[in-house]
Every structure is written in C-alpha cells, then in structure tokens.
C-alpha cells in the first residue's frame, strides 16, 4: 500500500499535464508565437522592471517564512543570508519539481542540518512554512471574495454554479476570513493545540502569528504582481481581478500536482480573463514562469552544486585531519 501512495501522486500530476494540455490547445487553436511575441514586445521596459520588483518581493517574503518558523523554534544563530539562500532554493526547486513538501524538506533537511537542527525541527519548519502559506491564500482568498463575490463567476466553466453564485461565494470568503480570525484568537488566548485525526496545530506565539499574517499575502501579492504589471496598461485589468484569477490558478496547479503546475495555471488563468486577448494573457504567463520559476530554477540548482561541492570538501577535510584518509605515498 505504501508503494501505491509513493506512485499515485505523479501519475495524478501526468494525468493532470496530459489533460490540461489538451484543453489548453484547444483553448489557444488559432493563435500564433508571432502574436504572442508582439505582445511581449509591446511591453514598456519600466513595466517588466516592475515585474522582476515584484519577483524579489514574493521571494523576500517566502525567506521570511523560514526565518518565522526559526523564531517559533527559537533558532536565532542562522544568518539571514543562509535562511535566504535556502528558501530561495527550496522553493525554486519545488515550485518547479512539485510535491512542494517533500522537495522542499529535501532541501531544508541538507541544508539545516549542517546548523545543528534536528530532524524534527526541519519537520516542524516545513510543516510551519507550509500552513504559512495556507494561511495568506485562506487570508486573500476571503478578503477578495468578500469584496468582490462576483469573482468566481470568471470560472463558472470550471466550477459548479453553486460556488459561482454571488451569494455563496461571498459565505465562503466570510468562512475564510472567519479561520484566519479563529486562528489569531487561538494564538492570542493561547488555546491547547487543535487535533484534527493525526495532525496537531499548536498555535504560535501572537509575535509569530503577526509575522504569518503579513509575510504569507506578501509573497502571493508579489507573485500575482508579475503577471499584473506584464499585462496591457490600456484594457485596465484591476489588480483585485489578477490577484483572485492567480489564488484560483496557484490553487488548482498545487491541488492538481502537476510539475510547475504546468498547463493548470494557464488553463485556469486563461479562462478566468475573456476580457483580455489570450496572445497578451499568454505574454504574461510565458513571463510568470520566466521571473517566477525557470530563471530561479536555474539559479537553484547552482546553488545546491556549490553547496554539495562545500560540504564534500570539508568532508574529505576532516577524514584527512583525523587520519581517515588514503595513505601518503612512500617518499623516494
């Protein structure tokens, strides 16, 4: 049975590829890289600046995630460089890898453990970081669908009308928010652990549940800006129409399990602005992935080579330096 638990995921995530490509190609039938290219061309450069802004704001705040969930274990001996570098790569790495927690405790676990944490603390950070960004998408998904409940209705061909009723999709951004209030009232009245079956949420100080309510929609703010500042100025998108169209398509790549969310995001996202040609919604995604994931993907995986070539070096140091290592050659 555990065997058939390791599979079923990736064949969830290909299958989820397979048939979000097909419909993307049947949504795109028509259109052309040349149209797609003039829509990146048509972008001010000050416009694409302010996207690559928006990338170091979303990544800044995905390392203050790590640095939050440090303070809840009070971990203070780690520099803000190394933090950084290491949420920088983690999640640039899982983002485009998926299954986001278990690459990403890959990652953390070779990296904090050469500071001195146990296995168990990486667990408790992961898990931390992970509800973390739960909660900034529970906290802007509420506030979005309370202001604005006719949001959902873009994606009424992907989801049962009664979600995209005005009226329920305002109750289920009121239940949202209601969480995010349940859960600062638990952190601030110092509530027993809630136990659901075999997951137990103990409530962090108030200083680290402020810390969460800020960090968590600074980074999907910055994430969603990208695509918002790469769009056409002129068809005015408002920024709160980009920013519950990006939680909509994050949320339906991470649940689908695809590699990078790969087809989901511009399936949904495509479908969710008819209001936008689809060469410039394309432009703006092509971009997202760009700034996002491919060019941090990159820069990861640079990283981990220098990291992994450090450590066997001060490796191969200390088998020396204790006498553990091959024998010197007889002298002449």
């Known amino acids: 049975m555990k065997n058939v638990r390791e599979f079923i995921w990736p064949v969830i995530g290909l299958v989820a590829v397979v048939v979000s490509g097909w419909l993307l190609y049947r949504e795109l039938r028509g259109l052309?890289?040349?149209?797609?290219?003039?829509?990146?061309n048509a972008v001010p450069g000050k416009r694409y600046a302010l996207a690559g802004l928006s990338t170091l704001v979303a990544y800044a705040a995905l390392a203050w995630y790590d640095r939050i969930a440090l303070?809840?274990?009070?971990?203070?001996?780690?520099?803000?460089?190394?933090?950084?570098?290491?949420?920088?790569?983690?999640?640039?790495?899982?983002?485009?890898i998926g299954a986001s927690v278990f690459s990403?405790?890959?990652?953390?676990?070779r990296a904090y453990t050469s500071k001195g944490l146990s296995a168990a603390q990486i667990a408790v950070l992961v898990a931390l970081c992970s509800f973390t960004f739960g909660l900034g998408t529970i906290l802007l998904g509420g506030i979005v669908l309370t202001v604005d409940p006719t949001l959902l209705s873009r994606l009424e061909d992907l989801l049962p009308s009664a979600l995209t009723n005005p009226a329920t999709a305002r109750i289920i951004g009121i239940l949202l928010l209601g969480f995010v209030v349940l859960y600062a009232a638990g952190s601030i009245l110092h509530l027993p652990p809630l136990v659901i079956r075999k997951a137990k949420l103990e409530y962090p100080r108030p200083a680290i549940m402020w810390r969460q309510l800020v960090a968590a929609p600074l980074e999907l703010l910055g994430a969603a800006g990208i695509i918002y500042f790469v769009l056409p100025a002129h068809l005015e998108p408002s920024f709160m129409v980009v920013l519950a169209v990006f939680l909509a398509s994050f949320s339906a790549a991470l649940v689908s399990h695809a590699p990078g969310g790969l087809g989901v995001f511009e399936l949904v996202f495509l479908t969710a602005m008819p209001g936008i040609p689809k060469a410039d919604v394309l432009a703006a995604l092509i971009v997202f992935r760009l700034f996002y994931l491919l060019i941090p993907f990159a820069l990861s995986i640079v990283v981990v080579l220098l990291f992994e070539r450090a450590r066997l070096a001060q490796a191969l140091r200390l088998r020396i330096g204790t006498g553990d290592g091959p024998p010197a050659p007889p002298r002449a």
């Open 32 to 40: 052309s890289l040349d149209d797609v290219w003039e829509s990146l």
């Open 71 to 96: 303070l809840h274990l009070g971990v203070r001996h780690i520099s803000w460089l190394f933090v950084s570098t290491t949420s920088f790569t983690t999640y640039a790495l899982s983002h485009n």
């Open 104 to 109: 990403g405790a890959v990652v953390r676990y």
